[in-house]
């Protein structure tokens, strides 16, 4: 398990950007591929974007795709997502979470079920 916590949500206008932060705990955090995941009252969790851990691989919903990014810096334990152009539809609690294979080989995973430790989450709201 990697402690993970979430930060810079926030109240935004439609067609405003946000970046949210994902810190990680201990050194194991840098071997293992890591997404975002989002979820609205009454839905399930959906994916949003992930990245492998060496940050060689990412891939995105379609409904994010050319409007989100998502990065990551190994040496401070950070993964990042960029949000522009957000939209009402975007509005829900937003997630990280990390792999459950270390320096896995392929794609990163990007089923709510390869991943094993989830933070708490962070509200992001898109006023239209």
């Known amino acids: 398990q990697v402690p993970l916590v979430e930060s810079g949500g926030g109240l935004v206008q439609a067609g405003d950007s946000l970046r949210l932060s994902c810190a990680a705990s201990?050194?194991?955090?840098?071997?293992?591929?890591a997404a975002w995941f989002r979820q609205v009252p009454g839905k399930e969790r959906e994916f949003v974007a992930t990245?492998?851990?060496?940050?060689?691989?990412?891939s995105y919903a379609d409904s994010v795709k050319g409007r989100f990014t998502i990065d990551r810096d190994n040496n401070r334990n950070l993964v990042y997502l960029q949000m522009n152009n957000l939209k009402s539809e975007d509005s829900a609690v937003y997630y990280c979470a990390t792999d459950s294979i270390s320096f896995r080989i392929g794609d990163p995973p990007d089923r709510a079920a390869d991943f094993t430790s989830w933070g708490h989450g962070t509200q992001v709201t898109v006023s239209s």
């Open positions: 201990g050194r194991t955090f840098r071997s293992l591929s």
């Open positions: 990245i492998s851990w060496n940050n060689g691989r990412t």
